[in-house]
DNA sequence: AATACAAGCGCG
DNA sequence: AAAGCGCGCTTGTATT
């Protein structure tokens, strides 16, 4: 155990925000009322290893931006506390366990109750967590007793550094905005659709296809909006099929079905990312989703409002820089895999895969026969497939990599067994509910039906699979924040661009707009926004953090994360 | 009229 | 081609 930190409150009443600096023996000196301004001014002349502690970064942060103030460190107690009353590797955390208000962000009612809380400005991740300073220090001290106490703290530490530190780059994500040309976007629009519809209007290559649909299926009045009915119509000409999905019609030789899959992805465009999103979402030269850090069970980042996710790659030549900018776009390559080789500490695989792309390492090793098979075969065995060409090929790997294999496979079988599993930084999957334990239980019975059997076997296998693939995708998401950690910390070390040496000013807000920052990030692969001049320096500090994450969660073991790295002025991939 | 759900498809 | 994991969003339909 180490001794409980002490630690300088500078925060305002009522603001949650406690300003903690671990690294000097500071004492309280007591708090000041007052709003965010006052606190942004004192903050602001933090030193840099000032780390701020506070209930939930969504809440604060965004205001501190806009006032032009960044965080160097943060320690998120909302998310740090799902981190450590879940994790395994914190069995005797009780009290922290017991302070159930810090979990009223995850448990979001969905009864309908009314919000509890007060919120003055609807900032999204502003939930049911406690705003108070006492509150916050409580919670802290918590914290560090559960890490202290932890049966690894020095890894438990990293992940909720990592973890804070997505927070703070969301928040700064979504201020910074990604750079959009509504310009670029519209001229895919009208290239694809034919031009804006009036309201309530399709637009003209939509309604011809429809147009075309119809009447190869013999009936001008077939709906194709609506599934059960599109179905009927296609059974009525002799199309068979079980659903509408593209999977299926494709299967099928019909003159209905080409425009008809046509029509399927221009309506899908128009919808989802048509005109009405562009209003919505790009004002400004801006895209600005809401990232969601730790949204997904596995430390992924969730996404919410403006499918940042799902941006569509049709849509990426509309990311573009801004005038005397440029992009710096990089993604790692199997990332998954190449942490599940990491991380098992299967040196074949690691051998395989070092300096070059893994799927052709395969294939020269004579694994599999094509790097496709060898993504399909390795897909298959971190996603736990079973059946098809993929649940063929897996065995393969499983006898060259026994060790990586292992990895995964072991965790599936802990998974079935209504166990929890672990990430490299140890972030725990959740426990079973009593439902599941309930299903598991009847099966075993004397009365069991086969019908319950059958139940059972399969929400083992379903849970086998989602713990399987839990440890990689998880693993794989500290992997990326300490990607993104390490980067944010690098470009904030480059000078500002001014406007006497010719750097334009950008939309990129108070903070970011003559600075290069992070603008966009999805699972693997992050896009930095910089001015010209910087670009390969940009360049090379994305390429030295990724060396950097790998060393801080790897160490020496023998493999690299190589990245697919572009600097052009849009986000085009090829 | 409001809400929940499933299908389908976009992303990794 | 889909299969095996994780998401968000829109639409149409069913339910209340």
């Not at 103030?69 to 740090?80: E, F, Y």
């Not at 409580?138 to 973890?163: V, W």
């Amino acid at each position: 155990m180490t001794a409980p930190p002490r630690w300088r409150v500078v925060g305002a009443d009522g603001s949650g925000i406690v300003v903690v600096d671990l690294d000097e023996d500071l004492r309280e000196t007591g708090r000041t009322r007052g709003d965010v301004v006052d606190l942004a001014i004192a903050a602001s002349a933090a030193p840099a290893t000032t780390r701020w502690v506070w209930s939930d970064t969504a809440r604060w942060y965004p205001q501190l931006l806009a006032h032009g103030v960044t965080a160097a460190r943060g320690h998120d107690l909302r998310l740090c506390h799902a981190i450590l009353r879940d994790s395994a590797w914190t069995p005797e955390a009780s009290d922290l366990r017991g302070a159930v208000v810090w979990d009223a962000a995850t448990a979001e009612p969905s009864d309908g109750a009314p919000a509890l809380f007060d919120l003055d400005d609807g900032e999204a991740g502003a939930v049911g967590v406690p705003n108070g300073v006492d509150a916050a220090v409580d919670e802290f001290r918590r914290q560090r007793a559960a890490l202290a106490g932890s049966t690894d703290p020095a890894r438990l530490e990293l992940l909720l550094a990592a973890e804070s530190a997505g927070a703070l780059i969301a928040a700064e994500l979504h201020a910074a905005g990604v750079p959009w040309s509504r310009e670029v976007h519209e001229g895919i629009l009208e290239e694809t659709l034919g031009g804006r519809p009036a309201a309530g209007e399709l637009a003209p290559r939509v309604r011809e296809l429809g147009a075309v649909v119809r009447a190869a299926l013999g009936d001008p009045a077939a709906s194709l909006d609506s599934q059960p009915k599109l179905l009927r119509s296609l059974h009525r000409v002799g199309v068979l099929a079980e659903s509408t999905s593209r999977w299926e019609l494709a299967r099928f030789d019909h003159p209905a079905i080409g425009p008809l899959l046509q029509y399927k992805k221009l309506t899908r465009l128009a919808n989802a990312n048509g005109w009405t999103w562009l209003d919505e979402w790009a004002r400004g030269g801006r895209f600005r989703p809401v990232y969601v850090p730790g949204g997904v069970v596995t430390g992924r980042w969730a996404s919410s409002g403006g499918g940042a996710l799902q941006l569509p790659r049709q849509l990426r030549p509309a990311v573009r820089a801004d005038p005397g900018w440029t992009l710096i776009v990089a993604d790692v390559a199997q990332l998954e895999p190449r942490v599940l080789a990491a991380m098992s500490g299967d040196r074949a695989l690691a051998e395989a895969a070092r300096g070059r792309d893994l799927y052709d390492g395969l294939v020269e090793r004579g694994i599999v026969d094509s790097r496709q098979e060898a993504k399909i075969a390795m897909l298959g065995a971190m996603y736990g497939a079973t059946t098809g060409d993929s649940g063929r090929l897996v065995p393969a790997l499983r006898r060259a990599y026994p060790r990586a294999m292992g990895l995964v496979d072991e965790a599936a079988r802990l998974g079935a067994e209504g166990g929890v599993v672990t990430t490299w930084l140890g972030r725990t999957s959740p426990g079973v509910s009593d439902g599941w334990r309930d299903a598991q239980g009847r099966a075993g019975a004397p009365d069991a039906t086969e019908a319950d059997r059958a139940r059972a076997r399969r929400s083992a296998g379903d849970r086998g699979r989602f713990t399987r693939n839990f440890v990689v995708q998880g693993t794989a998401a500290e992997w990326a924040l300490a990607w993104l950690g390490s980067l944010r910390t690098e470009l904030a070390q480059l000078p500002a661009v001014d406007a006497a040496s010719g750097g334009e000013a950008t939309a990129s807000g108070p903070v970011f707009s003559r600075r290069a920052h992070l603008c966009f990030f999805l699972h693997d692969e992050i896009i930095v926004h910089a001015p010209l001049g910087q670009a390969d320096l940009v360049a090379e500090a994305v390429r030295r953090s990724a060396a950097r994450a790998t060393q801080i969660l790897f160490g020496a073991f023998p493999l690299d994360f190589p990245l697919d790295l572009r600097i052009a002025p849009d986000a085009t991939k090829d």
